[in-house]
Every structure is written in C-alpha cells, then in structure tokens.
C-alpha cells in the first residue's frame, strides 16, 4: 500500500525531494555543506582508485549529478528508484555512463560484494521491510565498504514545528489516519544502531540542520509536497491552511520570513 501511494506521490511531484533540499544550505556541528546531497556525496573520498557508488533510492538524479561533477571519471555510478517518473527525470540530466534502473531496495540485482558505496538521501525512513533493505545492503557492499543515508531527524526547525503538528493533529483528526511509513526505528540513534548491529560497524551519527526563511505562504507550498499533507482530502488541506497561516505570522520578522528548516540526521556505517 505504502509503495503504491509512494509511486502515485512521485509521478504527481517527481523531482519534489530536489525542490525541497536542492537549494538549501546544511550544517552539522562541524561542516557546513552547499545541500543535504553534499552531506552524503563529500563522503566519497577522491581517490585514483576506481570505485563504486550506488544511490539507493535516487529520485531525479540530484546526488548522482553531484558525483558526477566531483569525480569524474573515476566513479562507476548507479541508481535505483521503484518511480519510474523519476528515473526518467534522472536519465534527462545524466551521462549515459550512470546506469539507472527500476528496481525494490529489498531486493536488488546487483553482484555480492560489489559496490564500495550505497548512499541513501531521504528514503531509507519510508522503505518496509528496512531489515531486508540493510541485509541486501550488506549483501552487495564489499567488506569495508560503507553505507550512509540521510534521513529525517525532526520536521520543521524552530518553533513552526510544534505550530504546524498541533494544528495538524486538531484539523485531521476526523479523518481517515494517514499511511505509516517505514520502521520507527529509523526516527533515532537507538534504533538505528540496532537496526545495523548484523552487518554494520563503525556506526557514526551527524545532526545536520537545513535552515530556511520562507514566507507563510511559500512554507505552505513546501508543505503541499510532503507525504503528511498530500494525504489529506482536500477539504482538510484548506482548513490546514487557514488555520495555519495566521498561526505562523507572529513568527514572522520585519522582511515576512521564519526561521524554520528541516532536521535531519546523517547515519554512517561501515560493512564487515
């Protein structure tokens, strides 16, 4: 059921991921990177070597265009998504040389411990079956190899977080209850250390923030492209937003923008 909305979500909004995170600056304690993408695609070390990278779950292409960039031509790259609709959009903007293909992250095609890298950027958290998706993970990195992902840490930075899930909770709370996505173990460290404990060593977490100062209006169009409002009828989406909108104004400042973002946790692991 999930992965039938998730297509439906993606042939409706392909490249919605990209729009969200493409543009935004990240930070973690440490590092401060040009997107969310870079976060994951800066840990691929430049290398003589020839090594292989797969982006599970790659969406439009956003992170495989970023390795591109950065190493060519030394990466043999490969992505996988279940949306077709966003394979296409991949394939628009990449060399021939990236193999794309429609395929489940639960069970993928590629060779036993064949990929030096299997990144993830805000999948892995939806996916069912996260134990089989790890386990064929392990499967098809080499030993040594690593994986990383980043996933959802908190949903709104600031204030407009705790705004916008009360009003949500109030207005919605008649209607049908939204789909649940993905093992709740993916929302913190804990589980995650558990979820990786057959397999995975070297485990290493990083809080990364993605600050934005939208206006109401344009953090409400964000908004319609997320999984928690896309699902609700239309007639609670319109009461969403005008109980929302005058909610968020006295967090405005002087230019009409809020401080808000999106939280998000990087997750590091290194195959045995």
């Not at 495989?64 to 077709?84: E, K, M, V, Y």
């Not at 407009?160 to 919605?172: K, P, S």
């Not at 896309?230 to 405005?252: I, M, N, S, V, W």
Request: hydrophobic content about 40%; glycine content about 6%; aromatic content about 6%.
């Amino acid at each position: 059921m999930t992965e039938t909305y998730l297509r439906d979500f993606h042939r409706r909004h392909t490249g919605a991921t990209r729009t969200a995170f493409g543009h935004l600056a990240a930070r973690s304690r440490q590092t401060e990177y040009e997107s969310s993408y870079h976060a994951l695609a800066t840990l691929v070390p430049n290398s003589h070597e020839r090594q292989s990278v797969l982006d599970l779950a790659c969406g439009d292409g956003r992170l495989l265009r970023i390795l591109c960039d950065r190493h060519p031509p030394r990466l043999r790259l490969a992505g996988i998504d279940i949306s077709q609709h966003e394979l296409d959009a991949a394939r628009a903007t990449l060399p021939s040389s990236v193999l794309l293909s429609q395929q489940r992250a639960q069970h993928l095609s590629f060779e036993d411990a064949s990929i030096d890298w299997v990144l993830c950027h805000m999948a892995i958290m939806l996916m069912d079956d996260v134990e089989q998706v790890l386990g064929e993970v392990s499967r098809i990195l080499r030993p040594g190899g690593r994986f990383a992902a980043i996933v959802g840490r908190t949903f709104l930075l600031g204030p407009a977080n705790e705004i916008f899930a009360d009003i949500l909770r109030t207005v919605a709370k008649t209607d049908t209850p939204p789909l649940s996505f993905g093992d709740r173990r993916t929302r913190n460290e804990a589980g995650w250390a558990e979820l990786l404990r057959a397999g995975f060593g070297e485990l290493h977490f990083d809080d990364i923030d993605v600050h934005w100062r939208p206006t109401p209006d344009e953090l409400w169009t964000s908004l319609t492209e997320t999984y928690d409002v896309d699902q609700l009828p239309t007639g609670t989406k319109e009461r969403l937003r005008h109980a929302l909108l005058p909610a968020l104004a006295p967090l405005c400042h002087r230019d009409g923008t809020i401080h808000t973002g999106w939280g998000l946790r990087r997750v590091l692991a290194r195959n045995v």
